[in-house]
């Protein structure tokens, strides 16, 4: 399974270093992973209305080459590993040809007691 | 009544500009209000377990002179108005004596279902 | 001159009373500017990158309804006036045909010392 | 070397949730490190107007504990490794003894140009 966004890069990402701010890139994989579900027919909004809440576990990112404003990325993101109790992603981002920062993350579903539940049925078959 | 803080500006509220971004502003200016409230002894995270729900109705400011990495501001906040149904807060950025910016917000309180309610009395008297 | 956005709410965007945080709003008006010089084949990054820098002298918002993730918003972006020494916008941001907020900015043109400027010929007659 | 800092959670730092968003533990990673810097009497503010830029490699968090508006955290940081090419920063969070989240980030030293440069001998001291 993988799934791919385009992201216009918006003026408030950059930092004073006239570059995206690192911290942004996992706002971008977050909205390639509600993207992803969307591109199933799942819409994270009504999960959640429905007391599924997905959290992230853990997560990182290697940056090679800087982003800037007027650039568009596109972000590859796949599911590496699916079982009862996580979905492991990991996210490619491109500007143009270049790859400009790799990720990867671990989510998990809890209730809103906070509970580790096991993954909903129709988030593993994404 | 009239409340101060400091603020250090923090890097990633800087932009492409290399000057900290203006909906920054915003975010200090709620940062004022519940500090504010901390200096007459109310805990704005215990009042929204009590269901005080506090929401802006309006907010807006001028921006005289940037403010860079590396500054310290100093934010005074005054309570301009103070009625049943609102709040006012009037807010004034400095960096040492330079005048940097100026905003104006009206806070109204709602319950979690989103009604107006009276302003609670605490907040009245603060 | 009227320019029109779709803006779908991202999760970050919302804070902990679950709906968008006030100070986000001006960040959609941000792109809807962007976008607006798009629309009449402006690039702003390449504005910047010949030192023509837009910066926000005065914003203010009134917030009317709350925006929630899940939401698509629609912004209608409007230039009030343009005068040499600045653009005045006006925004109003709709979901569906609900009216959530509304929104003014004054934006001034500066140079990279931060001195201001007559305004472009460019972005005046957009 | 070991640098602690407190850091009190800001209402807008939370999401729909109610619990602060995962990518800002990369906010508070980066406002530890110019701490660190400063406890040893170094401004990053003033390192980059010499021209050295310190730019994130890589980075990443585990998340054990949400942490909510109101809390406290305390954000205790090592430096694992320091080496010409690069810096290895490890972050432990605490809310009270409660670990919350840890994280690992590995910085290197570009020129202007985005050139990478050896570590500055002030930075590989402290």
Chains 1, 2, 3, 4 share one sequence.
Do not use: W
């Not at 992973?33 to 997560?59: P, T």
């Not at 989510?107 to 129709?122: F, K, L, T, W």
Request: with cysteine.
């Amino acid at each position: 399974m993988q799934h791919e966004i385009e992201v216009e890069i918006r003026y408030y990402e950059t930092d004073g270093q006239g570059i995206v701010h690192h911290a942004n890139y996992f706002k971008y994989f977050e909205l390639a992973r509600v993207k992803m579900l969307e591109s199933v027919g799942l819409d994270y909004a009504e999960l959640e209305r429905q007391g599924i809440l997905l959290v992230v576990h853990s997560i990182s990112c290697r940056y090679l080459l800087p982003a800037r404003f007027g650039d568009t990325l596109r972000i590859v993101t796949r599911i590496d590993r699916a079982t009862a109790a996580r979905l492991d992603h990991s996210y490619l981002v491109y500007c143009g040809d270049l790859l400009l920062a790799e990720g990867k993350s671990t989510i998990a579903h809890i209730d809103a007691s906070g509970e580790v539940q096991r993954m909903p049925e129709c988030l593993l078959n994404h």
